[in-house]
């Protein structure tokens, strides 16, 4: 037995309320915005936010480090102009 196709056509996100897709061979729903994986048990989704699996969040690259300047050039004595 699979969730039924009439509650499938009404559940949302609770995060967001998009909409959410059934991946029976994980027993998941997937929301399609979000990303969050809510499990179904023994054919029943559990929509508990609490009970969701949260996507990975993206690694920022690592900064960069400034430029190293160059040192200062020794001034000449010279003519004085």
């Known amino acids: 037995m699979a969730v039924a196709a009439e509650l499938l056509e009404i559940l949302v996100c609770p ?3 998009a909409a959410v897709t059934y991946i029976e061979s994980e027993q998941v729903i997937v929301c399609s915005t979000c990303g969050y994986r809510y499990p179904v048990r023994d054919d029943i989704p559990v929509m508990l ?3 969701a699996e949260k996507p990975p969040v993206p690694r920022k690259p ?3 480090k400034p430029a190293r300047k160059p040192a200062p050039r020794a ?3 010279g003519s004085g102009r």
């Open 49 to 51: 936010i609490d009970e």
């Open 15 to 17: 995060n967001d309320r």
């Open 62 to 64: 690592a900064a960069r």
């Open 75 to 77: 001034k000449r004595s």
